[in-house]
């Protein structure tokens, strides 16, 4: 696992931002899994103001949302549908056809996870997942206890996620307490993971997930079994890390990426 630290949040989302455009440098028709939650926010304002300055080009991309939750249509305001229409693709040219979230009114969940994995693997799977960090230490919706080749599927949320969430809505009682949510078996199989994280109601779940043992308690520690994962975090949230001068160590030492 590659730790990257950065000053602040808007440092940690251009790293994450140049991250993606690395991957559609050599991929332009890359399939790349998304993520909502605050923390992205910054890493899809600064694709948007790449793409508009002509430096990047979404036209051949395929998109796989991580979650949706349950009971919401598609034009609720916090639906995550709604969060990545307003936040990310009206802003650039993904063609709507490839853009695929998860349903979070299907009459019939377990066909429409199944179907959703298929697709996934039709598409030839995903190449870059961008993923943030629940204070519990989930990815996606994984919620402590999920199994670590879980795959798409239904999840209960956890009282901490329902009441980190509950900012979002008017009253907690709103907060949906189902989600759908690709398993952590399905992100394993991306070929490359970037995850983000900022602020010091981070740094316990990121210390948890980097330094800790392998844990469904703490379904991000999963990342430690991929061969290619990237962990972006600001100085807020590094600072449970006790490695953190190796990290930093490495990457001051790391050779400039070939331009392309
Ligand atoms: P946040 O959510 O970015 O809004 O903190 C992260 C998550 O729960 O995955």
Redesign the pocket.
């Known amino acids: 696992m590659e730790v990257v630290i950065k000053r602040d949040y808007d440092q940690m989302s251009k790293a994450a931002a140049q991250l993606v455009v690395d991957v559609l440098n050599t991929k332009p028709n890359a399939v790349l899994g998304m993520?909502t939650?605050?923390?992205?926010l910054g890493l899809y304002q600064e694709l948007v103001r790449l793409h508009q300055a002509g430096q990047v080009d979404f036209s051949r991309v395929t998109t796989f949302n991580l979650d949706e939750y349950v009971g919401l249509p598609a034009n609720h305001p916090q639906s995550y549908h709604y969060f990545m229409d307003e936040h990310f693709f009206r802003h650039v040219n993904i063609p709507r056809h490839n853009i695929n979230i998860p349903s979070g009114t299907t009459s019939n969940y377990p066909a429409f996870c199944q179907w959703y994995e298929g697709r996934i693997a039709e598409c030839g799977g995903i190449d870059l997942q961008i993923l943030?960090?629940?204070s519990d230490g989930?990815?996606a919706f994984n919620e402590p206890g999920s199994s670590l080749s879980s795959r798409t599927r239904l999840k209960t949320l956890s009282k901490q996620?329902i009441d980190?969430n509950a900012r979002f809505f008017e009253r907690r009682e709103d907060v949906p307490v189902y989600a759908i949510t690709m398993g952590v078996g399905t992100i394993l199989d991306a070929r490359k993971l970037v995850l983000v994280a900022s602020g010091k109601t981070k740094a316990k779940a990121i210390a948890q997930a980097v330094e800790g043992p392998v844990t469904s308690m703490v379904t991000a520690s999963a990342l430690q079994l991929h061969r290619d994962a990237t962990v972006i975090v600001d100085a807020d949230a590094a600072a449970g890390l006790t490695m953190r001068d190796y990290y930093e160590f490495i990457y001051a030492a790391k050779p400039a990426a070939p331009k392309s």
Do not use: E, K, R, Y
Not at 37 to 40: A, C, D, L, W, Y
């Open positions: 993520a939650g605050s923390t992205p943030g960090i629940g989930h990815i996620t980190d």
